[in-house]
């Protein structure tokens, strides 16, 4: 497959960076041809925008709420991100709902990574809803996008402990040191299947 990875990010882009660092760590270069050939925000200010431009990777913003509908946005993403003709599309902490003409549009490259241990808890507050039911473990997941949200093979996953007294920031704080492993691990190992 094409080795360029396009990432979408639309905050602090924390797992953005560890791919990235992984990437040169890792020697993906060189071991598969691959290289993050670009990050793409949804909003102007996300830090990770700052970063990734720190580190010479194209980066781009495009404001979804510029555009009259959710399918114009995605078109312009999508021009934006076929640019750079991707073999695999990472979403980040991308929080935009997509529309079926993107997803199917980047099919079999398309993958995302949610805090929960899915298919518990797909959607929003994750960590406050784990705490609610009384889990003993929470975590995060690493799959491949499809038009269901949240759903789509799971690719890799990790498991945290809930704490007593773990509030959903605690939480979130420990799962994103373990999305931090899986989601370059989950990357690499589609690179290595090639
Ligand atoms: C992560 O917890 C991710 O699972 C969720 O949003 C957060 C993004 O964090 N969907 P970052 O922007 O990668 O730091």
Not at 54 to 77: M, N
Not at 113 to 131: V, Y
Request: hydrophobic share 45%; proline share 4%.
């Amino acid at each position: 497959m094409n080795k360029n990875i396009v990432i979408l990010i639309s905050g602090s882009g924390s797992n953005m960076a560890a791919i990235v660092e992984t990437a040169r760590t890792q020697r993906w270069q060189t071991r598969f041809g691959a290289r993050v050939a670009a990050v793409i925000s949804n909003k102007a200010a996300a830090q990770g925008l700052v970063w990734a431009k720190a580190q010479g990777i194209a980066t781009a913003a495009l404001d979804h709420t510029a555009y009259a509908s959710r399918e114009d946005f995605d078109a312009a993403l999508m021009s934006g991100i076929d640019r750079h003709e991707p073999g695999l599309v990472v979403l980040a902490g991308f929080m935009r709902i997509l529309t079926p003409g993107f997803v199917r549009h980047y099919e079999g490259r398309l993958v995302n990574i949610h805090p929960s241990l899915l298919p518990a808890f797909t959607g929003l507050k994750t960590h406050q809803r784990a705490i609610d039911m009384g889990c003993r473990f929470a975590g995060a997941t690493v799959h491949r996008v499809t038009s269901e949200l949240d759903h789509g093979e799971i690719l890799d996953q990790a498991v945290v402990p809930v704490m007593p007294g773990d509030t959903a920031e605690t939480l979130a704080a420990r799962v994103l040191t373990q999305e931090h492993l899986i989601y370059p691990r989950a990357i690499e190992a589609l690179l290595q299947k090639g």
